[in-house]
């Protein structure tokens, strides 16, 4: 079963950066997609971004476009999301998951594989 482990969340100030990691393992699909969500108490996991694993692929939340950028490295395994001028309504847990087809798809619902999740604070 495919795993995905988070890391990279932390505390920075208004217009800091981070950059988030998502490191999947466990799965031998050849076409899939990995994204970030991020949800707060109280609200619904959200859209952040996605990157089809074959065709290269991207998608952002308009919230988020501009500001970050979802990348991989092939041979970590790795999915990062290098996240720039951060806002205080950017704080949230970020999760990233896997879908096993690159079709892009942004609703949690399309998505079987969930890490668990890194805390994003972003102060004023």
């Known amino acids: 079963e495919a795993q995905l482990v988070e890391s990279g969340g932390g505390l920075v100030q208004a217009g800091g950066s981070l950059t988030l990691s998502c490191v999947a393992s466990g799965f031998t699909f050849d076409d899939y997609a990995i994204g970030w969500f991020r949800q707060v108490p109280g609200r619904e996991r959200e859209f952040v971004a996605i990157?089809?694993?074959?065709?290269?692929?991207?998608r952002y939340a308009n919230a988020v476009y501009g500001r970050f950028t979802i990348s991989r490295d092939n041979r970590r395994n790795t999915v990062y999301l290098q996240m720039n001028n951060l806002r205080p309504e950017d704080t949230a847990v970020y999760y990233c998951?896997?879908?096993?087809?690159?079709?892009?798809?942004?609703?949690?619902?399309?998505?079987?594989?969930w890490g668990q999740g890194t805390q994003v604070t972003v102060s004023s």
């Open positions: 998951a896997l879908r096993p087809s690159s079709f892009i798809m942004t609703s949690p619902d399309e998505f079987d594989f």
């Open positions: 990157l089809s694993w074959r065709g290269d692929d991207t």
